[in-house]
């Protein structure tokens, strides 16, 4: 199973999902502190379905408000970065210049959320990995 | 003389350095995104310093005492040996933050970091004209988090160092002053 998680992981930094900052984030990890990265990760889940949340909300009510869709994505891609998912982030500049020139359209059709969900798969592999690993 | 000496308890000026305990930098850490507060602590613990985080500036002042609801009374124990904040929060800046830092007469002297997701010349510039001590491009490295503590650690050291310098002065000074009386 550990093959498993390292070969998917190995395939999201390949793909450019994930870049060197995931790296810093697993070299702040230590058997004091072995869960770091799960934290974070979660924290950044969490976070981003709150902010996903407010900009569907906002897309919703019909009128685009870009200020406050640009806002939204500043912070999304914010911690998009500081965790490493380097597709998010990309996403978010894409869609924060689609705020800049008022292009409604454009953001309807960035798959930001299938990015975040296939992070968060991934996580979920390593977590169960660890479970199996430790019951072994 | 040697009881004399002995007997005698000397009274040496008591300064203490501002560290926060003999090894430790206290920093404070400003940022309104949970993801990097969770990760500047962890850098910063890494990095041996003891680490407070609030999720806003108007918090940080609360923190200092800064707010208007306090005076300073109280908060003359509160040793912060740095302060690192995010430029874009919502409410009051990071920009805002360090003005009002360095407009108060006790805090003034911490050195304060500003963090940033983007990269605007005019903007560092701002902030480093406002008495920033440094601008650091998110995300936030290891190395740069180390760099910073190892030059406020030696600044701390030059101070410590002068602590100690004065306090022989004075040291001397009293047993002159003993060996004179002593006759």
Redesign the interface.
Known sequence: MQRQVALIKQSLFDQGYLDE?FI??E??QDDA?PN?VE??AT??F??SARLISNIEQALERGSFDFNRLDNYM??F???S???GASKVKTECTMFREYCRVGNAEGFLTIPYLRRVQMFEDFQATEERARNVEKEA | MAEVMRSETLNISNNTSSLASPELLHVLAVD?????R??IE??LR?SSCKVTVVDSATRALQYLGLDGDNNSVGFEDLKINLIMTDY?MPGMTGYELLKKIKESSAFREIPVVIMS?ENILPRIDRCLEEGAEDFLL??V??ADVKRLRDSLLKAEERVFKNIMHKRELEANDIFSQLKRAKI
Do not use: A, C, M
């Open positions: 900052q810093e984030l070299e702040l502190n770091f934290e974070v924290l950044y969490k976070d500043h912070q891609k914010g911690s970065t500081s965790i | 309104d995104s949970i993801v990097d969770k990760f962890r850098l890494v874009s997701s998110k995300p490295k290891l």
